[in-house]
């Protein structure tokens, strides 16, 4: 089954992953179209067709005005999962990600030779998070983090957001809320 990624007016074909066995999940079908807005910026939209569901994460403050935040379709631990870096003063950003929980497809990253596996599976985003923000230090700039996301051969999509509007599945996410809610004066 195919899901369609746009990211600001880039269109991406991902395929997306059933839900690992060892992880015993039972999601709950939604019978009707409903939007849930959670703290700091968290929006999860719940629909009865496919994707059923679509969800940012809390939105956080990397400091400098860049604010980093996730946005992912499916459930259990499957589907497609991406991490935006957004910079507060230009209004623009990168974007990286892809599915989580493939079933070994797309390959498990290896982060200095170990695989990144977690609880819900794994995820490129959570491998950059963990593993290359730290190396990037204060250098989180949208511009060196999709520099670095592009050497990565284990980063499978990537991208640049040129305004505050992330669009996935049809559903919006505004990348500037996590600017008003750390910055509500502005960066300096």
Not at 137 to 166: C, H, K, T, Y
Request: proline share 7%; charged share 20%.
């Amino acid at each position: 089954m195919t899901r369609g990624w746009i990211a600001v007016g880039i269109g991406i074909g991902v395929t997306a992953q059933g839900a690992s066995g060892a992880f015993a999940c039972s999601p709950i079908e939604p019978k009707r179209a409903e939007v849930y807005h959670g703290q700091q910026c968290a929006v999860s939209y719940s629909q009865p067709h496919e994707p059923q569901f679509v969800r940012s994460f809390a939105a956080k403050d990397l400091g400098h005005g860049i604010i980093r935040q996730s946005i992912q379709n499916g459930i259990c631990g499957s589907g497609e999962r991406i991490v935006t870096y957004f910079d507060c003063a230009t209004k623009t950003g990168a974007w990286l990600g892809g599915p989580i929980n493939g079933g070994g497809k797309p390959p498990i990253p290896l982060v200095d030779a170990v695989p990144v596996v977690e609880i819900e599976g794994y995820g490129i985003d959570d491998a950059f998070i963990a593993h290359e923000e730290p190396r990037l230090g204060d250098g989180l700039r949208p511009a060196a983090v999709l520099a670095r996301a592009r050497q990565l051969p284990w980063v499978l999509q990537s991208g640049v957001i040129e305004s505050p509007r992330m669009v996935m599945d049809g559903k919006h996410f505004d990348m500037n809320c996590g600017c008003k809610l750390f910055y509500p004066n502005g960066v300096n």
